[in-house]
């Protein structure tokens, strides 16, 4: 009997699975569908809420604040979540990839949860509520199944938030339908995970990526590697903002957020962003990162005394932290992903500087309430999307380079 070569097979597999995916190249990967409905998304949701702001309500639509901050972490930011993790986790775990009808589902789940948060008065609350939440529910069985088959016990705290975000979701509905008291627990867990996520996954890639950059310019100086001093930074962190999350206002939570702010102020330092100005698409990620400590030094001081409110905190964490890194994740993993190089182009460098100006804004104006900054930061954040959404569509539904 002729014995088969596993190594061939495997390739030949590979080789069959690659011709099938090269007629669905949208479907061939996490980052294409995620990412391109995240920029879509927020480039729509914006100017819907802009307009129920200054009185355009409809009687169909639901647009209001609390559909506002939903949407930005349960819809916005978890898609770009999504198309970040399911391009990451074939890298760690050496599986393939979600793609196909399986992707293709997942994506269709996302986009019938946003369809049915916007459609709330016409379909109900109830029936949005079980719709919306079965995009994060299928997801975090997915993160698990992927994770655990592939015996990446290292990540398996990466999925722990994603489950985490779908109980939020979860909670957020039972309060939205008044069977929980509704103080907004929901809303700050959604943001106290997404800032954990945020300085898990930035704690990786943005020393990473200085570091290989500095290396090739012969810089003496490189980011520290990682070390308990980033493990207790991030432990800090998951305390803090489970603090926010049950006592937003408490002195506890003032001053571990203030603990947090020098923290992450001293993590950051130690990465060597001031060496890696020239480049934009390492500085927005230090930028970014430099939002949660921003976001923390006003979370401190709005638990401390009345001048300062706490949404000036919440913006710097939603808009300056994660809507930054989310765009410098998108633009370089989309160039990376489908072999273009990683040098921002002139619409990318405009992305990042809308982004940054949209963040600086909108916190300017929570902290001296001026509603003519929350306009001129809308402005920015159009800019930033809508430049995303354009430059990048050819990237995003096109073949790789070869």
Known sequence: MQKTNPTRQVHRNKNNDSREFNRSVFLSQGF???FLGAGIWALIAIPLMMADLIGYQSAF???????????MLFGF??????????TAIPNWTKRLPVRGSPLALLSILWLSGRIAMLLQPAIGVYLAAIIDNLFLIAFTVII???????KNWRNLKVAMIVAAMAVANIWFHLENLRIVTNDGIAIRAAISLIVLLVALIGGRIIPSFTRNTLKKRGSPRLPVPTNNFDRIVLSLT??????????????????????????HFMRLVRWQGLQV???????ILHLSYLWIVIGFVLLAASALQTYIPQSAAIHAFTIGAFASMILAVMTRASRGHTGRSLIANKWTTIIYISISLAAFTRVAGAVSSQVVYQQIASGFWIIAFGAFVIAYWPVLTGKAKQ
């Open 77 to 86: 930011a978890t898609a770009a979540i999504a198309g970040f993790l399911l």
């Open 144 to 150: 698990f199944r992927e994770i655990i088959t592939g």
């Open 32 to 34: 294409r569908p995620f």
């Open 238 to 263: 998951l305390i803090a903002g489970s603090s926010f999350t049950l006592a937003p206002t408490s002195l506890l939570t003032a001053i571990l957020a203030g603990f947090c702010a020098i923290m």
């Open 277 to 283: 100005l020239f480049e934009p698409m390492l500085w």
């Open 61 to 71: 639509l639901q647009t209001d604040s609390i559909w506002h901050a939903h949407e």
